[in-house]
Nanobody
Framework: VQLQASGGGLVQAGGSLRLSCAAS????????MNWYRQAPGQQREWVAF???????NYADSVKGRFTISRDNAKNTVYLQMNNLKPEDTAVYYC?????????WGQGTLVTVSS
């Protein structure tokens, strides 16, 4: 299984970005996907979750601003990020749990300028 994260970039505070995480390989569907982020000098932190029933959950720091969604036909999960703040600056990673290991995307950099 491979995860390809994309969509990062430079945006001004208050702006929006949409991240994508496309799954490929030995996978028929995405049952669970998480987004994490790691700011410079900080530990990686969990951001959002979605499961096969489209149940979602968010870290308090992004609740109301970020939306996670999925496109089953494309085996892709999205993270719509609105009203971005400088403290959202980080490398964003998608993670999918597997039977024997977790699968991580390579990360996509989001930079929010003030």
């Amino acid at each position: 299984v491979q995860l390809q994260a994309s969509g990062g970039g430079l945006v001004q505070a208050g702006g929006s970005l949409r991240l994508s995480c496309a799954a490929s390989g030995s996978i028929s569907s995405i049952d669970v996907m998480n987004w994490y982020r790691q700011a410079p000098g900080q530990q990686r932190e969990w951001v959002a979750f979605i499961n096969i029933f489209d149940a979602t959950n968010y870290a308090d720091s992004v609740k109301g601003r970020f939306t996670i969604s999925r496109d089953n036909a494309k085996n892709t999960v999205y993270l719509q990020m609105n009203n971005l703040k400088p403290e959202d600056t980080a490398v964003y990673y998608c993670k999918m749990p597997g039977l024997k290991q977790d699968y991580w995307g390579q990360g996509t950099l989001v930079t929010v300028s003030s």
